[in-house]
Each structure stands twice: as C-alpha cells, then as structure tokens.
C-alpha cells in the first residue's frame, strides 16, 4: 500500500532563506508526483508536476526533484518570501491502483 | 480559463441530517475528483469520474455517501445521513486527457462541513 510522508510537519524561516521541503513514498511504482500549495480556507493550487521519467521541473523560484529509486522528492524554494506562507502537499499517482495519494503536508511559515 | 466552481462554502448541520455539494468543473475536463480533507491531514479521495462513469469509489462510505455526475459535467455528493466523523472539508478537483495521469489536477476551494 502505497504511503506518502513529508517532513518537516511545520517550518518557520526568515524570509530570503532558501528552503527545502521533503517528501517520501514507500511504493516507486509511479506515474507521477505533484506539489500544491494550500492557503487557509482555500482549495489546493499546483505548483509542479514530475513524470515519472523525469528527474526534475523548475517554475520561478521553485524546483523540484524527484528519486524514483529511492522513493524521494524535494521542493526547492528560492529566496523565500511572506506570501509562501501556506502549507505545501505532495502527492503521487502509482501506477498500481491509479489513486492520487496525498502526504499530510508541510506547514511553512515566512517571516518577514 | 475558469476554475472548479463548488458550493456551498460552508455548511452546518446537525447529526443524522442529510447534505448536498455541488462541483462544476473546469470546461472540458473529462475527470472529476471528490476529496474529503480532515483538518491536519492529506485529502482523500472519495470518488473518481471520467466522463459520467465511475472509475474508483473504493473509500466511499457508500451506506451513507453517494456521487453522481449526470451529463458528464456537474457533480453532487450527498451525505444521508451525516456522522460527527464527516467534519471536514470537501473539496473536488478535475482533471483534462481522460485517463492520462500526466495531467494537473485543478481543485475548487472546497466546502467546510461542520456536523454537530
């Protein structure tokens, strides 16, 4: 069964430090892995999308990877800012039951 | 381009009350997701369309939660009737290209259910 954990649960930076948020699944057998942001009270924006076979995707001040092997994802966040407060969610489609399986997401606070 | 429309924003009712949601999704977009996202955790997926078919409704509590998505396009999810444990938020996402898994989901800004 497939199982999706991030780490760390809440992150508090000052703003313009760079940042990395990670995320991991159990099963590698995948179709892709998305990141979205979520703000209070709002539905979920997505951010990036990774294809299985790619390593990588970039958007802005954001990049993330993707280590299919190892069942690992980063998202890079560049020079942080106070409207990327929000909590970040990764999700991955495997290729088993073709379910979208959501991580309990990263709570990320920018200070200014 | 429009987003996913969903009403209401919010809703209480009280135990054992019946409730209804409505999705529109984006134009086009053959796929149609229903989440139910409990404070603090991942959404979950309820039930998943493509077209006016069912493709999964394995998490469906389906004694007491129901789907339909009639004409291929708007979507209602009912509650009859509600449990305590249904306080969430309940969110609905769509998705273009079918059954291709390569495609962004676009979600709506969700409808906080209260049960008291």
């Known amino acids: 069964k497939q199982e999706v954990t991030q780490i760390p649960a809440a992150l508090s930076v000052p703003e313009g430090e760079n940042l990395v948020l990670n995320c991991s699944f159990t099963d590698s057998a995948i179709y892709n892995l998305q990141w979205f942001r979520q703000d209070p009270g709002k539905g979920l924006t997505s951010l990036l999308l990774?294809?299985?076979?790619?390593r990588e995707q970039t958007s802005g001040r954001l990049n993330a990877s993707l280590d299919k092997s190892s069942g690992r994802s980063t998202l890079y966040i560049a020079a942080s800012q106070p409207g990327d407060s929000a909590t970040y969610l990764c999700a991955v489609i495997d290729t088993g039951g073709f379910k979208t399986i959501f991580g309990a997401g990263t709570r990320l606070f920018v200070k200014a | 381009e429009a987003g996913v429309a969903q009403s209401p924003r919010y809703k209480i009712i009280e135990k054992r009350q019946s409730v209804a949601f409505w999705c529109n999704p984006i134009s086009g977009h053959a796929t149609l997701y229903w989440y139910q996202q409990i404070l603090g955790q991942g959404p979950k997926l309820l039930i998943q369309?493509?077209?006016?078919?069912?493709?999964?409704d394995s998490q469906l509590p389906k004694d007491r939660f129901s789907a339909e998505r009639l004409k291929g396009v708007d979507s209602t999810l009912k509650i009859q009737p509600a449990k305590l444990e249904d306080s969430a938020v309940y969110l609905c996402a769509s998705s273009s290209l079918g059954r291709s898994y390569n495609s962004p989901l676009h979600f709506g800004n969700g409808t906080r259910l209260t049960v008291t």
């Open positions: 369309f493509q077209n006016n078919g069912v493709v999964d």
């Open positions: 990774i294809q299985s076979s790619q």
